[in-house]
């Protein structure tokens, strides 16, 4: 495991190996700046590698992510591979130091511009436990399901950072004696990993499953909060539309796929074979994650048991010629496991709110009330036994405005 000169407590998530970038509020700037956390620390990556390299300082100067984003592998690789060097060489300690801060001391805001968002539905343990609960009698998976990565296109411009309020959000809700007009009454979570893309292609164009890693930037954390009851009665026969686009949070850190490699995993078997254009289906991630309500773990989804790999997504999102434009987002719907307690949602957890999670105070929860808070975490395998830490994405319940 390579070491730093700066100190970072054992097992930090956020060690040498890592490096994920972000952008936050730093103290005497009135923009931005894009930064790195290292231990319990975070670098302003630009006030570092101004002393260094000005093509590159260039790349992070700006509020954001968008101009390092669209710069491309080469560029990626060059970044990671000079901060790197200035972690581990003594001799720069002159030149990080005075651009270091305690991370307490800043605060995240959105590291990217999103361009577009697409959420998939890969997790086939999720898509079965759905439908089993919402078509009961019918075969759990629609037959197209193991055919095609399944997707809608959401809302770009409320993607939110972790840590913004979750505002209940209304709509129409069905009756029995016919549809009313409120707040919904069975606000959902969804725990999900996103993919951010940094390369454009080409209008009319596919991206082969191959090409995945010359487009894809990195990793965040995203819960695609959903409105239950208003999407019972919206999605007739559409799909998701304002039961998922008031808010979808995205964690504060974006993990580079350079630093995943240990993470990588086949995907589960797939069968029927895909078409080839989903050929070769690419790998997985064996991300772990967690998910609290109000700060009581409730579940742990394993992303490794996705069936739809990312570069599988990918491919199938942009099969028709759709371009991809730098900042889309992609994720990969709800993360579910076998096990009771790896359901990445609480319609699952619950039974569609008939069988309530029970808290340590005592209350229980069906669906989510105001005030709760819930927060997504993950970790991935690292080189030499190191772990890779995505932060929290985070939000509280508020009332309906």
Do not use: C
């Not at 970072?8 to 700046?33: C, K, T």
């Not at 710069?71 to 030149?95: F, I, K, M, N, Q």
């Not at 436990?129 to 409320?158: E, F, S």
């Not at 009313?180 to 991206?207: K, N």
Request: charged share 15%; glycine share 12%; no cysteine.
């Amino acid at each position: 495991m390579t070491t730093t000169w700066l100190p970072v407590p054992a097992g930090s998530p956020f060690g040498i190996d890592n490096l994920p970038y972000g952008a936050v509020e730093w103290p005497g700037h009135q923009r931005p700046r894009v930064a790195v956390p290292i231990g319990d620390s975070v670098l302003d990556l630009a006030g570092a590698l101004e002393r260094v390299s000005g093509d590159l300082a260039f790349l992070v100067r700006g509020p954001s992510l968008d101009h390092l984003l669209g710069a491309g592998p080469e560029a990626w690789s060059a970044l990671r591979a000079t901060l790197a060097h200035l972690l581990t060489d003594d001799r720069h300690r002159e030149v990080v130091e005075p651009a270091l801060l305690p991370r307490e001391q800043v605060r995240p805001v959105l590291p990217f511009t999103v361009a577009d968002y697409v959420d998939f539905y890969s997790s086939e343990q999720h898509a079965s436990a759905m439908g089993r609960m919402l078509r009961p009698g019918t075969p759990p998976l629609p037959p197209n399901w193991k055919h095609l990565p399944i997707g809608y296109h959401g809302r770009a411009g409320t993607v939110a950072v972790s840590g913004t309020d979750v505002v209940r959000p209304r709509g129409q809700l069905k009756r029995p004696d016919g549809p009313v007009y409120g707040p919904s009454q069975r606000l959902d979570i969804e725990a999900e990993v996103g993919f951010v893309v940094g390369t454009p292609s080409v209008l009319g164009t596919p991206v082969p499953t191959v090409a995945w890693r010359q487009h894809v930037f990195g990793v965040v954390l995203v819960n695609d909060w959903s409105a239950r009851d208003i999407q019972a009665w919206e999605a007739q026969p559409l799909g998701p539309f304002l039961a998922k686009s008031f808010l979808t949070s995205v964690s504060p850190w974006v993990v580079p796929l350079a630093a995943l490699e240990d993470a990588l995993v086949p995907p589960p078997a797939q069968d029927p074979g895909p078409m080839d254009y989903l050929l070769p289906p690419g790998q997985g991630l064996a991300l772990q994650l967690e998910v609290r309500l109000n700060g009581h773990v409730v579940a742990r989804p394993p992303a490794a048991d996705l069936y739809w790999t990312p570069a599988q997504q990918l491919a199938h999102l942009t099969v028709n010629g759709a371009s991809l434009r730098t900042g889309d987002l992609f994720a990969s719907g709800t993360v579910s496991g076998a096990g009771p307690d790896q359901r990445g949602s609480l319609m699952e957890l619950t039974s569609n709110g008939t069988e309530p999670l029970r808290l340590p105070d005592g209350q229980t929860r069906g669906f989510l009330q105001d005030g709760d808070t819930v927060t997504i975490s993950a970790t991935a395998p690292g080189p030499g036994g190191s772990v890779i830490g995505f932060g929290e994405v985070t939000g509280t319940v508020v009332p309906a405005g």
